[in-house]
């Protein structure tokens, strides 16, 4: 079965470094996401991605993060000055379809240590 | 803000019976709803959804039921196993935004 890659697993990284966490969606999926999980809480929705533009964008996703398709196959989040507080488990997923009700596959994630 | 509550963190069940695991939510705007299963280390999988259009969905060992007035959701697994024990997350909303509840880490004893 087709799944969605992140790389890396984990990544640690110094308050105030660049990090970029790199996705690699299901092929013919047309709908690209980012989520988050810090820990012990609920999943978070970053940003949703469609036609090489942010299709919605949560309160999260302030001005540190970006989001970027930079060939067929790769999506990328960076964020540009890390803080503590984005030490979390970064979902990335993907779906065929428009709408929230089509499934969407999650990979198994970045977890972003920052220290 | 908690639009989608799992008032549960956990839940013990003996294997062979019945789980069930509750989700609320606020907004009656919400037209469609899911549940999600993860595992330590891996992506949540979607397990089972539901449209506000109907009570009942179910795929096999589950089944998920919908009350719209309570604004309440609940996932039945009959019967449960042993791999059934992960954290179900509850999610709900439009577009191409989910809402997620916190979870319910379910554990199925032998």
């Known amino acids: 079965e087709p799944e969605v890659t992140q790389t890396p697993s984990h990544q640690v990284t110094q308050m105030g470094q660049e990090v970029i966490l790199r996705c690699v969606p299901i092929?013919?999926?047309?709908?690209f996401y980012w989520y988050r999980q810090i820990l012990g809480q609920k999943v978070e929705f970053l940003v949703s991605?469609?036609?090489?533009?942010?299709?919605?964008k949560s309160e999260i996703f302030d001005d540190q993060f970006s989001v970027e398709r930079p060939d067929g196959s790769n999506f990328t989040l960076k964020i540009r000055s890390t803080k503590l507080e984005d030490s979390a488990m970064y979902f990335c997923?993907?779906?065929?379809?428009?709408?929230?009700?089509?499934?969407?596959?999650f990979g198994s994630g970045t977890q972003l240590s920052v220290l | 803000d908690q639009q989608v509550k799992q008032n549960s963190p956990s839940l013990s069940v003996q294997e062979g019976r019945i789980s069930i695991l509750n989700c609320d939510y606020t907004?009656?705007?919400?037209?469609?709803f899911l549940w999600y299963k993860k595992y330590p280390a891996e992506g949540p999988t979607f397990l089972i959804s539901?449209?506000?259009i109907k009570d009942k969905n179910e795929d096999g060992r589950f089944t998920v039921f919908l009350n719209k007035s309570a604004k309440h959701l609940s996932l039945h697994i009959v019967p449960s196993q042993p791999g059934d024990s992960a954290v179900y997350f509850c999610?709900?909303?439009?577009?191409?935004?989910?809402?997620w509840g916190a979870g319910t880490k379910l554990i199925i004893k032998p």
């Open positions: 539901i449209s506000s």
């Open positions: 999610a709900a909303g439009g577009n191409y935004q989910l809402i």
């Open positions: 997923a993907s779906s065929l379809g428009q709408t929230f009700n089509e499934k969407l596959f």
């Open positions: 907004n009656s705007m919400f037209d469609y």
């Open positions: 991605f469609y036609n090489n533009e942010i299709s919605e």
């Open positions: 092929s013919n999926h047309l709908y």
